[in-house]
């Protein structure tokens, strides 16, 4: 991947990442571009054996083709839906790039940042859920997280008003 821009974007396959991940395609990705997808599953979403494997370093990037498989995503504790397979699909046919995914297990806030150091990624576009100011102080945001603690820049893709 040496020479290329590495694009990152967090998904969690939520309405907002999906709309972030547009954002991305339609925006910032260009021709040649490596797409990573950085998901994030809660700890428990493995057995312990495969788990252990993966906790530090995350999963190896997984190709397009790879991930489009449930059988093979369903090893990780990962379900890409439709949605977003149809986006990353049609990104890589339109702009001839390379998508891969990369799959981490714990606290998102965290495993984001990791990412962005261990992959290493060029930029990362993560999606805002729009929580208002009492829920974000309890709950805590993780893309508020990621721009103040990633080490590269990083876009945040706000859900609408009217948005779910």
């Given amino acids: 991947m040496d020479g290329t821009r590495r694009v990152g974007v967090a998904v969690d396959f939520s ?3 999906k709309k972030a991940l547009q954002w991305a395609a339609d925006n910032v990705v260009r021709n040649g571009d490596h797409l990573i997808l950085v998901t994030v599953v809660p700890e428990g979403g493995l057995e312990k ?9 995350g ?3 997984i ?19 439709p949605e977003t397979l149809d986006i990353v699909n049609t990104v890589a046919r339109q ?8 799959i981490f297990w714990g606290d998102p806030r965290e495993k ?4 962005i150091d261990k992959i290493p990624l060029s930029c990362l576009v993560i999606g805002n859920r729009g929580l208002g100011k009492l829920k974000r102080a309890i709950m805590g945001s993780v893309s508020n997280y ?11 893709v706000k859900q609408g008003i009217h948005e779910t």
């Fill in 95 to 102: 702009k001839q790039i390379v998508v891969v995914m990369k």
């Fill in 146 to 156: 990621v721009v103040n603690n990633g080490s590269c820049p990083v876009t945040v």
């Fill in 112 to 115: 984001i940042c990791e990412a």
């Fill in 49 to 57: 054996g495969e788990q252990q494997l993966w906790e530090d370093s």
């Fill in 15 to 17: 309405a907002c990442s």
């Fill in 59 to 61: 999963s190896p990037l």
């Fill in 63 to 81: 190709p397009l083709a790879e991930f489009s498989e449930p059988t093979i995503m369903k090893k990780y504790g990962a379900k890409p839906d």
